[in-house]
């Protein structure tokens, strides 16, 4: 490889962008959050009318999305089709349904060519489900992040407390165990770590801990 590249993998709300933003901003490294593609594609068909299970539908959407990433503070910009939707890829109607877009294989192929594409011209860290199996095999680190379900469903409660948003702790636990669920059982790149993958557990660290830990795996590849 030319390039340095990190992938990061793991279940929902496991902290994977919260570290990799970190990672990326300390090593100068480029971040691309995956999971935000395909939440846009997910949005994008939202906007258009089309169904959730209309998988032809969705599929013969892919040509008219274009998704770009502009940099930003505390987070970075997304656009669909020069339209900032950062914010609205992250509701919970999105968030719910964005595993069954995630599950279809043309879908998957369109936005894994766009991933590599950009993984392809600068150092990076990527993260998502597949990053580590699928979209970077030869990546020079792979973190497989986990958390206990507990601990992930409180880390969304107090965030989205943060944000104003009032959703009970209880059905944020459910979705995402359903989230997970799905992201493991699809036929096409489930989530699983990669043989490769270094584990990572973050329950009862803080995300220091976790950043130090990452920090010297990557520096004994370096
Ligand atoms: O990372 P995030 O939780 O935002 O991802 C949203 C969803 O996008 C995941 O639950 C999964 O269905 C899908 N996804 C995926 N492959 C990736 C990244 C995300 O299937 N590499």
Same mark, same amino acid.
């Given at each position: 490889?030319?390039?340095?590249?990190?992938?990061?993998?793991?279940?929902?709300?496991?902290?994977?962008?919260?570290?990799?933003? &970190?990672?990326?901003?300390?090593?100068?490294?480029?971040?691309?959050?995956?999971?935000?593609?395909?939440?846009?594609?997910?949005?994008?068909?939202?906007?258009?009318? &089309?169904?959730?299970?209309?998988?032809?539908?969705?599929?013969?959407?892919?040509?008219?999305?274009?998704?770009?990433?502009?940099?930003?503070?505390?987070?970075?910009?997304?656009?669909?089709?020069?339209?900032?939707?950062?914010?609205?890829?992250?509701?919970?109607?999105?968030?719910?349904?964005?595993?069954?877009?995630?599950?279809?294989?043309?879908?998957?192929?369109?936005?894994?060519?766009?991933?590599?594409?950009?993984?392809?011209?600068?150092?990076?860290?990527?993260?998502?489900?597949?990053?580590?199996?699928?979209?970077?095999?030869?990546?020079?680190?792979?973190?497989?992040?986990?958390?206990?379900?507990?601990?992930?469903?409180?880390?969304?409660?107090?965030?989205?407390?943060?944000?104003?948003?009032?959703?009970?702790?209880?059905?944020?636990?459910?979705?995402?165990?359903?989230?997970?669920?799905?992201?493991?059982?699809?036929?096409?790149?489930?989530?699983?770590?990669?043989?490769?993958?270094?584990?990572?557990?973050?329950?009862?660290?803080?995300?220091?801990?976790?950043?130090?830990?990452?920090?010297?795996?990557?520096?004994?590849?370096?």
């Amino acid at each position: 490889l030319k390039n340095f590249q990190v992938a990061i993998d793991g279940p929902a709300s496991a902290g994977k962008s919260t570290i990799a933003k &970190i990672l990326a901003t300390d090593l100068k490294y480029v971040y691309v959050d995956t999971g935000a593609m395909y939440r846009t594609v997910t949005l994008a068909a939202k906007n258009a009318g &089309i169904a959730y299970d209309d998988e032809s539908g969705i599929v013969n959407l892919l040509t008219q999305i274009d998704i770009r990433f502009e940099p930003g503070t505390p987070t970075q910009r997304v656009y669909l089709n020069n339209q900032e939707v950062t914010e609205d890829i992250r509701s919970t109607e999105i968030t719910n349904n964005v595993s069954q877009v995630a599950s279809y294989a043309a879908v998957r192929q369109d936005l894994v060519g766009r991933q590599r594409h950009i993984a392809n011209s600068s150092d990076i860290i990527m993260d998502g489900r597949d990053i580590g199996t699928t979209v970077l095999p030869y990546a020079q680190v792979k973190i497989f992040l986990i958390a206990s379900v507990e601990e992930r469903a409180n880390r969304r409660y107090k965030e989205n407390i943060a944000k104003g948003m009032t959703v009970d702790l209880v059905s944020l636990k459910k979705d995402i165990e359903a989230r997970d669920y799905k992201d493991s059982h699809r036929e096409i790149s489930p989530l699983t770590q990669a043989e490769d993958a270094v584990l990572v557990d973050t329950t009862g660290q803080s995300i220091d801990e976790v950043v130090s830990k990452i920090t010297k795996i990557i520096q004994n590849k370096q």
